[in-house]
């Protein structure tokens, strides 16, 4: 087939990733993407020459952009009516308002984690069931925390056939271009027990028993879990074979944190800035070699997750199991990340 022609409907902290991501790729454009009306968000759009659409069809709202001197293409229904898939990047549990639209138009769409698996009855992560998601009609990308926690469970739990986890995610309180999220100075439990991280991740890889807790923090720049995992007798595995096998999972960086000076979450965003992707990004999850530990049959180690960004090449792999265009989830990987890097001149 053709380039495949992807709409983004919502272009905020994830949407403007996953556009530039789309533009990226040798299969893929970019359609159009929406806003609920004008701001400085359209700039970015006009700057890219994505064309740029309104979330609703209402005339009203599409003449406020052109108004405000922005080229607005027409409504929602416009933009689905040329594409052959939607990624949905609306703020979460608006999923079940816009879903109505795509069965309505009969476009394939994929939504993001602020909902709810049974949204679409299909969750994606690239490692866990990229196959699933073959020509499926809809999916989720799961949250930036679950697709943390897939990257490098899955793997293990390859290897060993079994695994019971017990996880607390430390989550950043907002992201940095929040202004309305805190808290600012408190340390706030979840008191939903076990939160619905842990949880959410059988929903790609139901074979991993898992359980979370989490707590949310005073930061904006990323989440951080403390894993303990208990393997199966006979795994076969030391802290060293783990550490190897984490070293050749895409998307997974490993260093050491005292011997490279990279000791915290600050470190780690400066090691993404000095990457040079755009807005700093971490697509990789980030484990710290010397946090990790096997003492027997239990493993505990720490990982570190920018909420930003991590889900954004999931999104690209998810449209091409989708589309139907590559059934191998490593060559995928390969494409999207090959050029993604390339696009940002690494
Ligand atoms: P955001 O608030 O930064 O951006 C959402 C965009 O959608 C905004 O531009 C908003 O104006 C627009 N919008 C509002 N109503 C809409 C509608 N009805 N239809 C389409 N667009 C609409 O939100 P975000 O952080 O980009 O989150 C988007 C989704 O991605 C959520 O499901 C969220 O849970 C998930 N997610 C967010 C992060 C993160 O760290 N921000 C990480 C992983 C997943």
Same mark, same amino acid.
């Given at each position: 087939?053709?380039?495949? %022609?992807?709409?983004?409907?919502?272009?905020?902290?994830?949407?403007?990733?996953?556009?530039?991501?789309? *533009?990226?790729?040798?299969?893929?454009?970019?359609?159009?993407?929406?806003?609920?009306?004008?701001?400085?968000?359209?700039?970015?759009?006009?700057?890219?020459?994505?064309?740029?659409?309104?979330?609703?069809?209402?005339?009203?709202?599409?003449?406020?952009?052109?108004?405000?001197?922005?080229?607005?293409?027409?409504?929602?229904?416009? /933009?689905?009516? +040329?594409? *052959?898939?939607?990624?949905?990047?609306?703020?979460?549990?608006?999923?079940?308002?816009? &879903?109505?639209?795509?069965?309505?138009?009969?476009? %394939?769409?994929?939504?993001?984690?602020?909902? @709810?698996?049974?949204?679409?009855?299909?969750?994606?992560?690239?490692?866990?069931?990229? =196959?699933?998601?073959?020509?499926?009609?809809?999916?989720?990308?799961?949250?930036?925390?679950?697709?943390?926690?897939?990257?490098?469970?899955?793997?293990?739990?390859?290897?060993?056939? #079994?695994?019971?986890?017990?996880?607390?995610?430390?989550?950043?309180?907002?992201?940095?271009?929040?202004?309305?999220?805190?808290?600012?100075?408190? &340390?706030?439990?979840? /008191?939903?027990?076990?939160?619905?991280?842990?949880?959410?991740?059988?929903?790609?890889?139901?074979?991993?028993?898992?359980?979370?807790?989490?707590?949310?923090?005073?930061?904006?720049?990323?989440?951080?879990?403390?894993?303990?995992?208990?393997?199966?007798?006979?795994?076969?595995?030391?802290?060293?074979?783990?550490?190897?096998?984490?070293?050749?999972?895409?998307?997974?960086?490993?260093?050491?944190? =005292?011997?490279?000076? +990279?000791? #915290?979450?600050?470190?780690?965003?400066?090691?993404?800035?000095?990457?040079?992707? @755009?807005?700093?990004?971490?697509?990789?999850?980030?484990?710290?070699?010397?946090?990790? %530990?096997?003492?027997?049959?239990?493993?505990?180690?720490?990982?570190?997750?920018?909420? =930003?960004?991590?889900?954004?090449?999931?999104?690209?792999?998810?449209?091409?199991?989708?589309?139907?265009? =590559?059934?191998?989830?490593? %060559? #995928?990987?390969?494409?999207?990340?090959?050029? &993604?890097?390339?696009?940002?001149?690494?």
């Amino acid at each position: 087939m053709g380039s495949i %022609k992807v709409a983004i409907n919502g272009f905020g902290t994830i949407g403007k990733r996953v556009a530039d991501a789309v *533009d990226a790729q040798p299969d893929m454009e970019v359609a159009g993407v929406t806003k609920t009306g004008p701001s400085f968000g359209c700039d970015l759009a006009a700057k890219k020459g994505f064309p740029l659409y309104c979330t609703s069809d209402s005339e009203q709202m599409i003449s406020s952009f052109e108004n405000s001197g922005y080229d607005c293409r027409g409504g929602i229904s416009d /933009l689905l009516g +040329i594409a *052959d898939i939607v990624v949905d990047c609306a703020p979460g549990k608006l999923g079940s308002q816009n &879903i109505e639209k795509y069965r309505e138009i009969g476009i %394939k769409h994929i939504f993001q984690g602020g909902e @709810k698996h049974s949204l679409t009855e299909m969750s994606y992560t690239s490692c866990a069931n990229h =196959e699933e998601n073959l020509n499926a009609d809809c999916s989720r990308v799961v949250s930036c925390n679950t697709t943390g926690l897939s990257r490098t469970l899955v793997p293990l739990f390859n290897h060993c056939g #079994s695994l019971r986890v017990e996880c607390t995610m430390i989550r950043r309180a907002a992201d940095p271009g929040d202004s309305n999220k805190g808290p600012i100075n408190a &340390i706030k439990p979840v /008191l939903k027990v076990p939160s619905h991280h842990g949880p959410d991740l059988m929903t790609v890889a139901p074979g991993i028993s898992i359980n979370s807790l989490a707590v949310a923090v005073p930061t904006t720049i990323m989440h951080v879990h403390s894993i303990v995992a208990d393997l199966p007798d006979g795994h076969g595995l030391s802290t060293e074979s783990i550490i190897q096998l984490w070293r050749d999972t895409p998307r997974v960086i490993v260093m050491h944190g =005292e011997e490279n000076r +990279i000791t #915290s979450t600050a470190e780690v965003m400066e090691l993404a800035r000095d990457i040079g992707r @755009k807005w700093g990004d971490l697509h990789e999850i980030f484990v710290w070699q010397d946090g990790v %530990k096997l003492d027997g049959n239990r493993l505990y180690y720490f990982q570190a997750i920018h909420q =930003e960004s991590d889900v954004i090449p999931e999104n690209i792999d998810c449209i091409r199991a989708m589309m139907g265009t =590559e059934s191998d989830w490593k %060559k #995928s990987v390969s494409i999207t990340d090959g050029a &993604i890097d390339r696009y940002y001149s690494l």
